[in-house]
């Protein structure tokens, strides 16, 4: 069964940093580009970053360039969100995703497997 998992999800302050994961199972995620979604209260699900499936190319929503990293563990099958220079504008649910192909994308429709999301809260 493909499975995604996020975690590391928490409250913080403003400027500060948290650590996602997510963990896939049923899957390699070699084979398959992954990404990071949010979504606030009232808003539309957005891409944040995404990573292709050898990890050799990434890209990000301008909002967050310069203070998230993207990057994944192939051998632990483990992607992660390094979010740094955190704003209250990052609050939200965290999705973890993969798409049917190798490339990267911020687009969200090109993903068919999610997982349940983990809240991010920032205050200021």
Known sequence: QERLLESGGGSVQAGGSLTLSCAASGFGSSSFGMGWFRQAPGKEREGVASINGFGADTRYADSVKGRFTISKDIAKNTLYLQMNSLKPEDTG?????????????????????WGQGTQVTVSS
């Not at 965290?94 to 190798?102: H, I, K, L, V």
């Open 93 to 113: 649910i965290y999705y973890c995703a993969a798409r049917g192909g190798m490339a990267s994308s911020l687009r969200a429709g090109v993903f068919n497997r």
